[in-house]
């Protein structure tokens, strides 16, 4: 399902979407009408549309282009929210913008989501602390771990310091506090949640030759909540410490907003 301003998407819109690739979005888990870090995603859209068109976002219209897309959806599903301006052009992306608000739909996948192993890959985002749709780099890196018989791609800066996965954060598990690695990020809403509500946690530089040290790692994101990993290049990881359920369950416990 896609829906452009609450109506049927026009095929020059989507075409200039493709072709152009300027633009940036969020993504939600939906549970019977109601979102887990409604007022994050909120604030990301209208933030990341100050910095990509220098523009300001109704986040009320946003909310009613959502209800109107899922009018009809029944079940958990994953909404993405894409905010691009189909007349802006690549020879102009100075010009000034008025952009729009696509909303398409997806299956959510099943929680607890299964274990995954990861490859490390040396690359950083454009503009990392903006949710765009420039993945390029990003499925690159994955799909070069996916043919080197991993999950998922792990991405490490110049200096072998740990920053994110593809869609994903990363945190560790030393024993005692969750680590989040510090550095140039997208802080992910789940991320945020879980900083919010799980007390003992540091934020950190942490290299790659840190992470043998560490007990336990596991990615977040709204589709997958806690997924642990279980092996980042030749280091391996248990699957099965009570540091998930207890991450899970405080995350579960944070009262959802309706949408």
């Not at 997806?106 to 274990?115: E, I, V």
């Not at 991320?191 to 560490?214: G, K």
């Not at 994101?221 to 280091?235: C, E, H, K, L, Y």
Request: proline content about 6%.
């Amino acid at each position: 399902m896609a829906e452009l301003d609450g109506t049927i998407v026009p095929q020059d819109a989507l075409k200039a979407l493709g072709l152009i690739n300027y633009g940036h979005f969020t993504s939600m888990r939906v549970e019977n009408g109601h979102i887990r870090g409604l007022s994050h995603h909120l604030d990301r859209l209208t933030r990341d549309c100050r910095v990509v068109f220098a523009a300001e976002l109704d986040r009320e219209r946003v909310r009613d282009y959502v209800r109107h897309a899922l009018d009809d959806v029944q079940g958990s599903v994953i909404v993405r929210v894409t905010v691009f301006d189909p007349n802006l052009d690549l020879g102009h992306p100075g010009a000034d913008a008025h952009p729009r608000i696509l909303v398409t739909t997806r299956p959510a996948g099943p929680l607890p989501a299964p274990p995954m192993r990861v490859q490390t890959v040396t690359y950083q985002r454009d503009l990392s602390a903006v949710k765009h749709v420039g993945l390029f780099g990003a499925l690159h890196g994955r799909r070069t771990a996916q043919r080197a018989g991993f999950d998922d791609a792990l991405f490490v800066d110049t200096s072998s310091f740990v920053t994110e996965g593809a869609t994903w954060n990363i945190g560790f598990y030393n024993g005692e506090r969750v680590v989040w690695p510090s550095g140039n990020i997208l802080t992910g809403v789940t991320m945020r949640l879980l900083q919010q509500v799980h007390d003992r946690t540091i934020n950190v530089p942490v290299n790659i030759s840190d992470i043998s040290e560490m007990q336990a790692a596991f990615a977040t994101n709204t589709s997958i909540g806690v997924r642990p990993i279980i092996a980042i290049d030749d280091v391996t990881f248990p699957a099965g410490l009570p540091i998930f359920e207890i991450l899970r369950k405080e995350y579960e416990e944070i009262p959802a907003e309706r949408i």
